[in-house]
């Protein structure tokens, strides 16, 4: 069974840095690809990186070069670091996971092909 929760949101001023988490409880952690959501209020659920069991990365263009996505299959844990943030930022994130089958990598930030998710992290940032 999967068990996402996320950690490391907050309030950060426009040009900072902040380091999100989402910790998995089940047992076969590296199986699984994993993502990063954001969803502002009024907006849709908008993909923002992907990691896949090999190690494949994918990034939405908006955050391309500033947020890296990484695991810790170890720690059964999930990062997304998030550098030179920008007002349009501000949003709940969202962790997912999945198993079910294979996803093109363009597809990989879409919501509908992912299972598991976490409750959220709000991530505010000001001026």
């Known amino acids: 069974q999967v068990h996402l929760v996320e950690s490391g949101g907050g309030s950060v001023q426009a040009g900072g840095s902040l380091k999100l988490s989402c910790a998995d409880s089940?047992?076969?952690?590296?199986?699984?690809?994993r993502a990063w959501f954001r969803q502002a209020p009024g907006s849709e659920r908008e993909g923002v990186a992907a990691i896949l069991p090999t190690g494949l990365t994918a990034y939405s263009d908006s955050v391309k070069g500033r947020f890296t996505i990484s695991q810790d299959n170890a720690k059964n844990i999930l990062y997304l670091e998030m550098n030179n943030l920008k007002l349009d930022d501000t949003a709940m994130y969202f962790c997912?996971?999945?198993?079910?089958?294979?996803?093109?990598?363009?597809?990989?930030?879409?919501?509908?092909?992912?299972?598991?998710w976490g409750q959220g992290t709000q991530v505010t940032v000001s001026s």
């Open positions: 997912a996971a999945d198993n079910r089958f294979h996803v093109q990598p363009g597809r990989l930030l879409t919501p509908g092909v992912w299972n598991y």
């Open positions: 089940g047992n076969t952690f590296a199986n699984y690809r």
